[in-house]
């Protein structure tokens, strides 16, 4: 297999990882985002949290693969994006934290004002989390201030301006309305209905920022169209994502609310799929001087680990994807609590 | 202080919070299992109660251990750049096998060991535990590798790349199994597991020795002691044969490192003798206070009395290591694992002879050992990290070539100012200090509530699969869930 071969592969394999990520821990962020305004009483809250319970961690596992995988196949991505990024992501490490432990901790407690402290915990988490991952890919987007020799020069404030933050909107509605869609197969009778009134408005909000983001995108960031331009057939992404998101508030309506969780799955996949289309083929797109950019071809490992890489993953995907199938089967089904509950 | 100083104090100090979990995690997940197959062999009650009992235990933990986790991975990129362009082709695949075939099993069946007591079969939840114990063990053997090789590295070249103008060296894999099977890698992943079992022995027989002086829990408690003390006994003493197997390489492959543990500052014709305790000093290149045995450490590293082991005045000046901490800290492990083979030996001769619940004095002794077993464990790691100072990366020779290491100082982010390193310490000061707390108070509620005794939990079991059968599946859930001052104290 040739070298750039491996390359792309390993670059839609990145993809791939982000695009799991995305989509299963996007519903445990939502429910996170929710957790507060649709959750009235103690049980309740118990029942939010406990719907991804035994799920989130499993899903998080998907960015620390990313991150390895990363850091495996383009080392200088990895380096570069991470230290350009090191506040950002202190940041979103201490959501992760945050959200992992109010999770693990709030029910351990009999204590009102105990309970109250990791609610809190939980939604300011999970709600940054997401925005945060939103900025961080407006930013890579629309390319950073990166000087020669892989070293940023921009400083915190220069990733934070009115692109970026609009991703960072767009991010955190998709995910409060795709983890809606979960908690309404996850729950029933009254909460399950307040759940339900929330996803009109929901939706709402994010198909405004979507074309607000969609509109920006076309006019800040001319050379994401590029790419479709120069391959016309990839207009059927955005075609198909329109059509997907449009199919939301339809399946909603037909009754089918697997179908709609199924649908904003695959809003998600087309967006991080745009935005892998619009990326490539760099990873980080310089400013200052565009043979500054981190790439595809300059930030590979060598073709002896690429290929063993791609070993370990043709052993390793279909082990995960089988137990990640079993496990999502055991915990089918209405959230209920019992004694292991959180 | 400069970005060099404060990088390493961070990664030294989130690593070794973190640290504090994993080896419970792996320790405890061995516990676990035993306990868990012995219910499935028996079908008792009160193997049934202590697993939960433990499960619960365990989540906390594990749950810690995630949390604190993912930073590491993060700091890689965000605080070691350059460090991590130089060794991403080979470390990087570690990390991400480790990702794929650890992170993945864990997490997974980590869902049905917690949350699926009342959903799956015995069979199926023993299972899922087994693979739980196996991915955290799947996850050390691939850090550790990883860590290994840049130890005493092997199976790779050093490549110059072009990067705009400039030629940059970077490690290249040649070989990934002999990557992976580098010279240090079996004895130090062996050392490190070892020392997460003896952990996890210790820690339940802690725990349980705490229940009979209590005069709680009785039954629980003498039936995980009587997996947990004769583990923790054969794994103190697995630990010193591995940790001398370990040691004993040093002197080929980190000779530096040995001086430096030992504070062994000259050589000589004559034999060398191991320093028991004393206070080194590099400056003058004394050891105050010092007894030392002669002939002790020519004997161990060599299996002879009589060849001289090189000392630190065969290491060029500017790659020696800091010698206090490495010799402290090992000297530390090594006193305490000492330590801890006798008192397991005694624990266990009184548990065979029958009269471990009533040697107070000895409970009391367990009830402490944990600490020890975590100290050491930590200290280890600070002899291991500190002792191959000047390197983040050792220089070796391949096939009689010479490779370049790579120093600790050239590791770091260009674009990273000490301002947000400092930045990022406090935060993480301040998070870490606060989920130490939480987290000591959570294990302790946890412990002073206990398992649940053998009735408790088949009435438990009774009351639910009525409740099954009458389909009441939502009421069950407000009835066993609903009242707060009732549930929520797994």
Same mark, same amino acid.
């Given at each position: ?12 394999? =990145? ?77 979103? =490490? ?7 432990? !109010?999770l ?5 407690? #009999?204590s ?33 201030? =990166? ?22 909107? =767009? ?9 809606a ?7 029933? #009778? ?32 001319p #050379?994401?169209?590029?790419n ?24 909603? #309506? ?21 935005? !892998? ?62 004694k292991?509950?959180? | 202080?400069d ?38 062999r ?17 989540? $906390? ?8 986790g ?5 700091e ?20 991400? +096998? ?13 869902a ?12 199926m ?13 799947? @996850? +050390? ?42 010279? @240090? ?66 002197v ?32 003058s ?5 010092? $007894? ?37 800290t ?12 006798? $008192? ?47 390197? /983040? ?15 600790t ?11 947000q390193?400092?930045? @990022?310490?406090?935060?993480?000061? /301040? ?22 005794s ?37």
């Amino acid at each position: 297999m040739s070298y750039d071969l491996l390359t792309f592969i390993w670059f839609v394999l =990145l993809g791939a990882l982000l695009v799991g990520y995305a989509i299963l821990d996007g519903f445990d962020l939502g429910v996170g985002i929710l957790h507060p305004f649709i959750a009235k009483d103690d049980r309740e809250r118990r029942l939010v949290m406990n719907s991804i319970g035994p799920l989130w961690d499993g899903n998080e596992v998907w960015l620390v693969t990313f991150g390895g995988a990363l850091f495996a196949a383009f080392p200088v991505a990895y380096a570069t994006v991470f230290s350009s990024f090191y506040l950002a992501f202190f940041l979103l =490490l201490t959501c992760l934290i945050g959200r992992a432990v !109010s999770l693990e901790f709030r029910s351990k407690v #009999h204590s009102a004002a105990w309970r109250k402290v990791w609610d809190i915990g939980f939604f300011l988490s999970s709600f940054t989390a997401a925005f945060l991952l939103g900025v961080a890919g407006g930013n890579i987007m629309s390319g950073m201030e =990166l000087g020669p020799k892989y070293v940023y020069e921009g400083g915190l404030l220069s990733q934070v301006y009115w692109y970026p933050l609009l991703v960072g909107c =767009l991010t955190v509605s998709l995910f409060a309305l795709h983890g809606a869609i979960y908690l309404y197969l996850k729950t029933e #009778h009254e909460l399950q209905a307040r759940v339900r009134r929330a996803i009109s408005p929901l939706f709402y909000t994010f198909a405004l920022l979507y074309v607000f983001v969609s509109l920006a995108t076309w006019w800040h960031v001319p #050379h994401a169209t590029e790419n479709i331009a120069s391959y016309p057939v990839l207009w059927i992404v955005p075609a198909l994502n329109a059509l997907a998101v449009l199919n939301i508030p339809r399946a909603m #309506h037909l009754g089918k609310p697997g179908y709609a969780f199924f649908t904003s799955s695959m809003v998600i996949a087309a967006l991080a799929t745009l935005f !892998s289309v619009a990326i490539y083929p760099n990873f980080m797109l310089s400013t200052i001087d565009l043979s500054y950019s981190v790439t595809l071809e300059n930030a590979r490992s060598s073709v002896g680990t690429l290929q063993t890489m791609l070993i370990i993953a043709v052993i390793g995907i279909p082990c995960v994807l089988s137990y990640t199938v079993i496990i999502y089967w055991i915990f089918r089904g209405k959230v209920t609590l019992d004694k292991n509950s959180y | 202080m400069d970005v060099e100083i404060l990088s390493r104090l961070q990664f030294a100090g989130t690593i070794m919070f973190h640290y504090l979990f994993p080896p419970l995690s792996i320790g405890l997940g061995l516990q676990l299992f035993l306990c868990e197959l012995a219910y499935f062999r028996t079908r008792n009650p009160a193997w049934e109660a202590a697993a939960r009992f433990w499960t619960r235990v365990f989540a $906390v933990n594990f749950a810690m251990g995630v949390a604190t986790g993912i930073v590491m991975e993060f700091e890689f990129g965000t605080n070691w750049a350059a460090y991590s362009r130089f060794v991403g082709d080979v470390f990087g695949s570690a990390l991400a +096998a480790e990702g794929i075939f650890a992170f993945f099993l864990e997490s997974g069946f980590l869902a049905v060991l917690v949350f699926g007591w009342d959903r799956v079969g015995p069979r199926m939840h023993l299972f899922s535990t087994l693979m739980v114990f196996l991915g955290s063990m799947f @996850s +050390a053997v691939w850090i550790v590798i990883a860590n290994s090789w840049q130890q005493t590295p092997a199976g790779y070249h050093i490549v110059w790349q072009d990067v705009q103008g400039e030629l940059i060296p970077r490690a290249e894999v040649t070989s990934f199994w002999g990557m992976v099977f580098n010279p @240090s890698s079996v004895d130090r992943l062996t050392h490190t597991l070892i020392g997460a079992f003896v952990l996890g022995a210790f820690f339940v027989a802690s725990v349980c020795s705490y229940y009979l002086l209590k005069n709680k829990h009785q039954e629980v408690a003498k039936r995980c002691l009587s997996i947990a003390l004769p583990t923790a006994m054969a794994f103190t003493l697995l630990a010193a044969i591995t940790g001398h197997d370990s040691a004993k390489k040093l002197v080929e492959t980190q000779p530096a490192k040995l001086a430096a543990m030992e504070a062994h500052f000259h050589t000589s014709d004559e034999p060398t003798g191991l320093t028991l305790f004393g206070w080194p000093d590099a400056e003058s290149e004394t050891i105050h206070f010092g $007894v030392t045995v002669p002939y002790l450490l020519s004997l161990m590293v060599y299996n002879d009395p009589t060849k001289p082991v090189p000392a630190m005045d065969q290491i060029p000046e500017d790659e020696r290591p800091p010698v206090w901490l490495p010799f402290q800290t090992f000297h530390l492990m090594v006193g305490l694992g000492t330590m801890m083979i006798g $008192v397991a030996a005694l624990a266990c001769l009184f548990w065979y002879r029958g009269i471990y619940g009533q040697s107070r004095w000895l409970m009391w002794a367990i009830v402490f050992m944990p600490v020890a077993a975590m100290t050491a464990n930590q200290a280890g790691w600070i002899t291991a990290e500190v002792g191959r100072q000047p390197w /983040i990366v050792y220089p070796s020779v391949q096939d009689g070539v010479e490779m370049m290491g790579l120093r600790t100082a050239d590791g770091l982010s260009e674009s990273v100012t000490a301002e947000q390193v400092l930045s @990022s310490i406090i935060l993480f000061g /301040i998070i870490y200090s606060m989920l130490f707390a939480v987290w000591v108070f959570v294990l302790n509620n946890k412990i002073q509530h206990g398992p649940e005794s053998a009735e408790e939990l088949t009435e438990y079991k009774r009351n639910l699969e009525s409740d099954s059968m009458s389909k009441n599946f939502a009421r069950s859930g407000k009835l066993l869930g609903g009242d707060m001052m009732d549930e929520g104290t797994r």
